[in-house]
């Protein structure tokens, strides 16, 4: 009986067609808006950079406002800024929170000295600390 129902099921199977016709004429025309490309890959020689820092702010501030303030220092030179950790507890006064963020810089002409380094790092800091009243966590 079970062969006889699957003999059955793979007859009505192949006897089962699907067509479909396209008139080419009838097809639209792509609309012709302008298109943003991605610029070009560009890989460095160089090696990256990568700096932690640690910022206490009030605890309404965002943590995206203060990516964003640390992005805008330079936007050549930083390639990256993710946020690590949000902390809020013991060594954080009340109403405040600690934001960690690590931040990564592409050099594109040369190997960065440590004093460019650090003055990419003060930047950000004042950068952050103007946009957000953030300060570094000691």
């Known amino acids: 009986m079970a062969t006889e129902l699957e003999s059955q099921l793979f007859v009505f199977v192949l006897a089962t067609f699907v067509g479909f016709e396209v008139i080419l004429e009838r097809i639209p025309e792509p609309k012709a808006k302008a298109t943003r490309a991605k610029p070009a890959l560009e890989l460095s020689p ?18 995206g406002d203060l990516v964003r303030a640390a992005q805008n220092v330079d936007r050549k030179l930083i ?9 809020e507890g013991t060594g954080i006064e009340p109403g405040k929170k ?11 002409e ?3 000295t440590d004093q460019e380094i650090d003055a990419v790092a003060a930047k950000i800091v004042a950068e952050v600390g103007k946009r957000t009243g953030g300060v570094l966590r000691a």
Request: charge should be neutral; aromatic fraction near 12%; proline fraction near 5%.
């Open 46 to 63: 160089f090696q990256p950079v990568e700096r932690d820092f640690a910022f206490v702010v009030d605890r309404d501030v965002k943590a």
């Open 79 to 87: 390639t990256g800024v993710t946020l690590f950790d949000v902390y």
């Open 98 to 108: 600690s934001i960690a963020i690590a931040v990564t810089l592409q050099p594109r």
């Open 110 to 112: 040369k190997t960065m």
